[in-house]
T-cell receptor, first 113, second 111 residues
């Protein structure tokens, strides 16, 4: 079975540019999570979707960040405009039910210059 | 404030030298405790879930145990391929979708 798929794997952009990260969860999983990982703060939950509906976006750092889940097999995380402090590894994870174990994708390493 | 603390931050082992990692938590109403392994440049890989004090789970050279305030991940006779960062995460009963991660323990096993 395919795991969680993320693209791109690496993204280098300049400050002020729009960045879009993509995620395909595991088929049959109803919950999707976006995380950010940095050395300073570790793994932080940004937003959680259940059945394609955003349930908790309290971890989204500011209005420059937005996330969508138009259907059960696709989600995007957008940063506009990007800033150097957004540089991090962004992970998407999915789970069958909201309280089950979460399975993580390979991540997108974002560098904002 | 609920917290998850892992110790030590780093652990260097000789191949075959067994050891334990600790994950302590100050959580009101634990629903579950999760262990993940993360290799450099990859996403966390799920290992175990523990739900109640006294519970134990095993997978190859790894065994996870849970008490009311902490969990241990025991590595028995480790091999170099066990080198990774091990993360624990706590899930609260009242907010049961959210995982709060510790900072991790980086294990290096030398041949």
């Amino acid at each position: 079975d395919a795991g969680v798929i993320q693209s791109p794997r690496h993204e280098v952009t300049e400050m002020g540019q729009e960045v879009t990260l993509r995620c395909k969860p595991i088929s049959g999983h109803n919950s999707l999570f976006w995380y950010r990982q940095t050395m300073m703060r570790g793994l932080e939950l940004l937003i959680y979707f259940n059945n394609n509906v955003p349930i908790d976006d309290s971890g989204m750092p500011e209005d420059r960040f937005s996330a969508k889940m138009p259907n059960a097999s696709f989600s995007t995380l957008k940063i506009q405009p990007s800033e150097p402090r957004d540089s991090a590894v962004y992970f998407c994870a999915s789970s069958r039910l909201s309280n089950n174990e979460q399975f993580f994708g390979p991540g997108t390493r974002l560098t904002v210059l | 404030e609920d917290q998850v603390t892992q110790s030590p931050e780093a652990l260097r082992l000789q191949e075959g030298e067994s050891s334990s990692l600790n994950c302590s938590y100050t959580v009101s109403g634990l629903r579950g405790l999760f262990w993940y392994r993360q290799d450099p440049g990859k996403g966390p890989e799920f290992l175990f879930t523990l739900y109640s004090a006294g519970e134990e789970k095993e997978k190859e050279r790894l065994k996870a145990t849970l008490t009311k305030k902490e969990s241990f991940l025991h590595i028995t006779a480790p091999k170099p391929e066990d080198s990774a960062t091990y993360l624990c995460a706590v899930q609260w009963a009242f907010n049961d979708y959210k995982l709060s991660f510790g900072a991790g323990t980086t294990v290096t096993v030398r041949a």
